[in-house]
């Protein structure tokens, strides 16, 4: 199992202390750094400044929002550094959710999020291996563009550019069993959220059965401390927001992924009191054990113990969500020595 670092996305601003841990993880041994976006900083432009302070570790986007950019913006921004960095992208995707796409990019949530998914990695690779001009018939992806407004005059075309790797891996995120599914069919790695190691269950039978050098990334947060539950606040105060927050109460992909796991009721809970402005008691109500079993926190020997769990699963990538280098150094001594 490979280790990578998962710095997300910024808050109120860069955070300087990015590079340097970036620089660390890849003087440990740490295989991928990974980079995300929301509604603030994007995804690519601070893994490019992190490309040009590294030499060795590669290189992702958990994940690129694709309502931020047509499939060909997408592909452009994954060519360029994967030729700046000497072919060291990696190129993660997700959907997001309406909220998000209708209010912050201000487009329709696809009434199909899994013909919307396919189309437009269908698109990405079709620029990657530039084989042809890319064209797409698609009903969330046209290429040319064919719409009423249009003036009929688009062509297909070929990237100038040509790309450093055809194969440059495609990963998603995805969280439902049919998106999951689907994502073992058409992408390269798949980026799962709240990965529960006893439980892979929970995603589908296809998590029992994935192809050979299929890859499997998903984040935990990790920190070495003596008190479990003041290490695992962190945890609870992400939960608290995704699973409150990030969605509307009729259409939370995160808290309908808790309420999967086991945990509905406090999922419910947890909405009820972040959408009625209660926050702090929203993350109170995330659940020790839910926050405990998608994490890696408590004293080493700790770890160590539970690290063997996400070890003798599916994970190919464990990243490292540990702003903490001392943290960071224990996981790779720890992964190190389990082989």
């Known amino acids: 199992m490979r280790l990578g670092l998962a710095l997300g996305y910024w808050g109120r601003g860069p955070d300087a202390g990015h590079v340097p841990l970036a620089q660390e993880a890849e003087r440990l041994g740490y295989d991928s750094v990974w980079t995300a976006e929301s509604w603030g900083s994007d995804a690519f432009t601070p893994l490019t400044w992190i490309a040009a302070h590294?030499?060795?570790i590669r290189l992702g986007t958990a994940v690129a929002q694709m309502a931020a950019r047509s499939p060909t913006t997408t592909a452009m921004h994954a060519l360029t550094l994967d030729h700046l960095s000497g072919g060291r992208m990696m190129l993660g995707l997700g959907l997001s959710g309406p909220q998000v796409v209708e209010g912050w990019y201000g487009r329709p949530f696809p009434k199909s999020p899994l013909t919307a998914t396919r189309e437009y990695v269908d698109v990405v690779r079709q620029v990657l291996r530039r084989e042809a001009p890319v064209a797409s018939g698609g009903r969330f992806h046209s290429l040319p563009y064919r719409?009423?407004?249009?003036t009929g005059l688009g062509k297909p075309l070929k990237p100038i550019t040509h790309p450093l790797r055809a194969g440059l891996p495609v990963l998603l995120g995805a969280e439902g069993p049919k998106n999951v599914a689907q994502t073992v069919r058409i992408a390269?790695?798949?980026?799962?959220?709240?990965?529960?190691?006893?439980?892979?269950e929970v995603y589908g039978d296809v998590v029992r059965a994935l192809p050979e050098g299929f890859l499997v990334a998903p984040m935990a947060r990790v920190k070495v401390c003596d008190?479990?539950?003041?290490?695992?606040l962190p945890v609870k105060a992400m939960l608290g927001f995704y699973i409150g927050g990030m969605g509307h109460?009729?259409?939370n992909f995160h808290a309908d992924l808790?309420?999967?796991?086991?945990?509905?009721k406090e999922a419910r809970r947890i909405q009820e009191l972040f959408l009625a402005g209660r926050r702090q008691e929203a993350v109170l109500a995330v659940p020790d054990a839910f926050a405990d079993e998608i994490s890696l926190v408590g004293p080493r020997e700790r770890i160590a113990e539970r690290l063997e769990l996400w070890r003798a699963g599916p994970v190919t990538d464990l990243l490292a969500l540990s702003p903490d280098p001392h943290s960071l150094r224990v996981l790779a001594e720890l992964n190190s020595r389990l082989g």
């Open 188 to 200: 390269d790695g798949w980026l799962p959220l709240y990965w529960a190691p006893s439980r892979p």
């Open 227 to 232: 008190d479990v539950a003041e290490g695992l």
């Open 147 to 150: 719409g009423p407004d249009g």
């Open 54 to 56: 590294t030499s060795t």
């Open 249 to 251: 109460v009729s259409r």
């Open 258 to 264: 808790m309420a999967r796991m086991g945990h509905e």
